[in-house]
């Protein structure tokens, strides 16, 4: 297996890698997207999106939006973020999400918000030691019944 040091980070550019994408995403989180969706995100902020490759291989990504929320702050909101299983433990979900958070800062959110399953306690503990504070609990929350908190970021 690579070392961390051997992961190249880049921004999304181009429909090509859209089904690997679709593919690192879909193993790893519970809800099915339709590309729909990930075109919904990807051709409407793709600098909010990064991938990290070891050589040619899509080894994570994170997909994001930036949106004005009813509230009038300007809120981040981390969509999917995977990594594949035999690259976890090398920092390459906590590098993905501060790349995530920074440039939603850059781009003058107020606050980063996302979603992850209740049960999920490895990325709960990368999101808290990010700084993320639990914001809601959202009971059966997702299609296959569990449940999930709401994290929430403040940048101000």
């Keep these: ?11 999304y550019t181009s429909e090509s890698t859209l089904s690997e994408l679709m593919a690192l995403i ?5 809800e ?3 590309v729909y969706t990930y075109r919904y995100f990807i051709y409407n902020w793709p600098q909010l999106c990064q991938l990290a490759y070891v050589g040619d291989e899509m080894v994570g990504a994170v997909v994001c939006r930036l949106t004005r929320h009813k509230s009038g702050t300007y809120r981040g ?3 999917m973020i995977a990594v594949k299983e035999e690259h976890r433990r090398k920092g390459i979900g906590s590098k993905l999400a501060t790349l995530a958070v920074d440039k939603l800062q850059e781009l003058k959110a107020d606050e980063v918000v996302l979603e992850t399953e209740i049960t ?5 503990k990368l999101y808290q030691s990010l700084g993320f504070v ?9 299609l296959n019944g569990n ?10």
Excluded at 120 to 124: S, T, Y
């Design 1 to 11: 297996m690579a070392a961390s040091c051997d992961v190249a980070y880049k921004s």
């Design 26 to 30: 879909e193993k790893d989180l519970s």
């Design 32 to 34: 099915p997207y339709s």
């Design 77 to 79: 909101y981390i969509g």
């Design 120 to 124: 999920n306690k490895g990325a709960i």
């Design 134 to 142: 639990q914001d809601k609990y959202l009971n059966r929350y997702y």
């Design 147 to 156: 449940d999930a908190i709401r994290l929430k970021l403040y940048l101000g």
